[in-house]
């Protein structure tokens, strides 16, 4: 089999994590019987700066053809002024691949655990993944402008689009432990009260996942004092921006966390770490690839079902990481390259 990866690289460190993630790939994919082509295209600041437009049209083409995206980062102060702005080109990257589910696994490392800001008994059993609606509700809602006196978000949330969210969400507890959490605001929001009851209808297909409500004050309160209650978390997309931000400090550094975001089965899905573009150390070699790698991780299980090829590089990663190769967010010395060096020679040496 070919499978054909759409790599947009982006801006910031999104090009060096890139690098080292695509040889990474190959590498795992040596032994198999499987190819991946990487086929490259601007996107971001990067394409602003060539063609002057963040998502062109040579890169929609390329992702309509494609099995699989795989980004880096996008943006930084460098378009600040510009009237293109990169991040529009991540919205309309989003819309144009109908990615409505955006999956955001959150997983303690124990080799750094100790980076995290909670107490070591809280973090015991921690292991929960946020499923954020990422097409609805405030980010696109309509009218929207600001002017002299007021500004205007439209929150709306139609029930079609809540209901295949809660059924990829249903669909990843029933994978998990079977417990989900839906987050909403129904005691004031007329969209929550919308979202609660068509949750409440879609639990019926369920009955063996066990689900609960919690209003999203109380979520971002229990996720500090109580991470461990959680398995799938699903909710709105302004709620699960902040939640799974929230979320994603409890394992000690935002360069860790992958995510991947799922349009309709057949549709390509697109990976990228959860982290910026980190424009202070861009170009520096002190990256942590781990986001990125563990992102490709998913595309392979995932897209792909290389659950063998996917799982090496997971356990490449957590062994680098016991071994003490840690790059500076970690508090180590180790830059991008020998980090990456030490994860092939881990896979070399399990072959
Ligand atoms: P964005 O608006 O694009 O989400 P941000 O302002 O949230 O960006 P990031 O770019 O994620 O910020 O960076 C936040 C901090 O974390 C920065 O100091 C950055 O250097 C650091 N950081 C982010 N990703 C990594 C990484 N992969 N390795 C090391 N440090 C990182
Ligand atoms: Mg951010």
Redo the contacts with the bound molecule.
Sequence with gaps: MTFRVVVLPGDG?GPE?MAVTEKIVAQVLAHSHQTILFEHQLFGGAAIDAVGEPFPVETQTAIDKSDAVLLG?V?GPKWDEAPERPEMGLLALRKKMGVFANVRPLQIFPAVRHLSPLREERLEGVDFVVVRELLGGLYFGTPKYFNETEGVDTLRYDKASIERIVHYAFNLARQRRKKLTSIDKANVLATSKLWRQTVEEIAVDYPDVTLEHLYVDAAAMHMIQAPARFDVIVTENMFGDILSDEASVLGGS??LLPSSSHAEAGRPALYE?I????P??AGKD???PI?MLLSAAMMLRQSFQLENEAKQIEIAVETALSEGVL?K?LGGTATTTIFANKITEIIERSA
């Excluded at 982290?275 to 980190?278: K, L, W």
């Design positions: 460190i994590i980062s943006g935002l360069g770490p982290h910026g573009s980190a202070d150390i002190f990256a942590n986001g790059t967010d």
